[in-house]
């Protein structure tokens, strides 16, 4: 009798540390999303006690470029290594990073470690998504990432928010601050509750490979955040930058076969569905990053938004993502069908895409709400199934490259969607504001075509509603875009091919007394 309270305990044991450890990786997950979007609102503070104006764009772009080039080392590192040691270290450096930065005394300081806090960045997503795919069949994955999903929605909607009250209150340095007793929080509990089997490589890490991808993903941030911004797009520092990132790709590509352990195998990329998964990946980070920069702009600059409220504007979006990613993920694990969430969500958010591009100066915010919406239930059906999928196509110790190359499309999709719909906003606008602003239509946007609250009241009547037009058109254009990108991925998608998700669903022998554990750990 004894035996049989043991069995039948003993899962209920398991499912609460699986419990514990999700809460842990859920921590990290907030830790990694909420980061940007805090410190984009606390920047005006930042810049008003630090100066250096000129190089505000470097404090995103250095931690945007640090954790794009060490995303893939974090992965491989991991599968090589162990996971939650290297998972671990990651957020210790992310912290180091963030108590750093909260010291800063100057600019140059705050950039340096921020970009110390990037390379930290790297390992956090990844991490999570690569210790849940240890863990957790891929069919039973999908309720789990869809809960991830959740939390990055309601990252990207309290984000601006909790910044906007904590500089307030507590002043810039406590954006970064903040991280350090979460981080903690989430190290206890890693530490004492996951448990993953021991690995030791014999073969060196693959340094060659690394500086290769490391120089040529560097290349290509730089390109699409100074591209039409700092420099114009034909300048030779673009061109210069454009023809080093090619030659280390290619050199990179080339090494990979050459390499006893490669960075990223490219054995991975046979698989037709991790391809197709890293082409859908690109473009959702593409389309996602693209909407949550404009959408508040068109809202605030447009329809008269509120400027603090600003996370709460891309509600609509995000709440039906968050709805639709747990959904998702219910229905892949109860069934372990997975293929019609890439079709239909792509098709969700071609239409939505351009639903958004038919916006003027005229549309209610109701209407833009429900375009919005739209555009959310399609992403929410694509956000986390890429990932389900892409770790299904390979092998358990290809887990840590999977999922970091899989962050990587997405993350590099991200940058390209604001460099280049940023872009496209910027010389639509640009070019309105010239036309049916005048003289001093074009000098109000020569520096910025993006005005802040405080700007636009300023501006007499007749030019303030040539903006409000110009940054409708610039809207428009940028989601006509989007919406022509967003077809790459729903052709990718009708070429997916349902494989059959490892591990078992729901038990529905009745000979079962007890199901079998979610995991070990």
């Known amino acids: 009798m004894a035996d049989t309270q043991t069995v039948e305990t003993e899962p209920d044991k398991k499912q609460r540390s699986v419990r514990v450890v999700l809460l842990a990786l859920m921590i990290t997950m907030m830790l990694a999303m909420l980061d940007n979007m805090i410190v984009g609102t606390a920047m005006p503070t930042i810049v008003g006690e630090l100066g250096g104006l000129e190089h505000l764009s470097w404090v995103v772009t250095a931690y945007t470029l640090a954790t794009a080039a060490a995303t893939p080392l974090w992965g491989k590192l991991g599968d090589m290594y162990g996971r939650k040691g290297v998972f671990m270290t990651s957020i210790v450096l992310f912290l180091i990073g963030s108590a750093l930065s909260g010291m800063a005394q100057d600019m140059g300081q705050l950039i340096g470690f921020r970009a110390v806090q990037g390379l930290g960045a790297g390992g956090l997503m990844v991490g999570v998504m690569a210790i849940i795919g240890d863990l957790i069949p891929p069919r039973e994955r999908g309720k789990y990432q869809g809960m991830m999903a959740g939390v990055m929605a309601l990252a990207m909607i309290g984000g601006p928010l909790v910044g906007g009250t904590i500089t307030d209150n507590w002043g810039w340095r406590w954006s970064f601050y903040i991280n350090l007793p979460l981080g903690v929080v989430a190290l206890g509990l890693i530490s004492v509750v996951l448990h993953l089997p021991a690995k030791r490589a014999q073969a060196r890490i693959d340094y060659l490979g690394a500086a290769l991808l490391t120089v040529g993903i560097t290349s290509i941030v730089l390109v699409t955040t100074w591209g039409g911004t700092e420099y114009a797009w034909t300048s030779a520092r673009i061109m210069e930058l454009i023809g080093i990132g090619v030659a280390a790709l290619v050199g990179f590509v080339f090494w990979q076969t050459k390499a006893a352990e490669p960075v990223v195998p ?213 989601f006509l875009l989007g919406s022509i990108v967003a077809v790459v991925a729903l052709v990718a998608a009708v070429f997916v091919k349902e494989v059959p998700l490892k591990g078992a669903g729901p038990q529905k022998s009745a000979d079962d007394a007890a199901p079998a554990p979610l995991v070990e750990v």
Do not use: W
Request: glycine share 10%; with cysteine; net charge neutral.
């Open 266 to 478: 490219l054995h991975i990329f046979r698989s037709r569905n991790f391809t197709l998964m890293s082409i859908i990946g690109f473009v959702t980070g593409f389309v996602m990053f693209g909407a949550t920069l404009f959408l508040p702009l068109y809202q605030q600059s447009v329809q008269g938004a509120s400027a603090t409220n600003s996370g709460l504007l891309l509600l609509p979006m995000l709440g039906a993502m968050l709805v639709t990613s747990m959904v998702a993920g219910r229905v892949t694990t109860n069934s372990g069908r997975y293929y019609v969430f890439p079709v239909v969500g792509s098709v969700l958010m071609v239409v939505g895409l351009y639903l958004l591009s038919t916006m003027d100066t005229g549309t209610s915010r109701l209407t833009s709400g429900v375009f919005m919406a739209v555009v959310g239930l399609g992403m929410g059906c694509l956000m986390q199934v890429t990932m389900l999928v892409a770790q299904n196509s390979v092998e358990m110790k290809d887990m840590g490259v999977a999922s970091s190359s899989t962050t990587l499309f997405r993350t590099l999709g991200s940058s390209f969607g604001v460099a280049i719909m940023g872009a496209l906003f910027n010389h639509r606008v640009q070019d309105t504001m010239a036309e049916r602003g005048g003289e001093l239509g074009s000098k109000v946007t020569e520096q910025s075509a993006q005005l802040d609250a405080k700007s636009l009241e300023k501006l007499p009547d007749a030019v303030r509603e040539a903006y409000q037009y110009a940054v409708s058109a610039g809207t428009h254009s940028a």
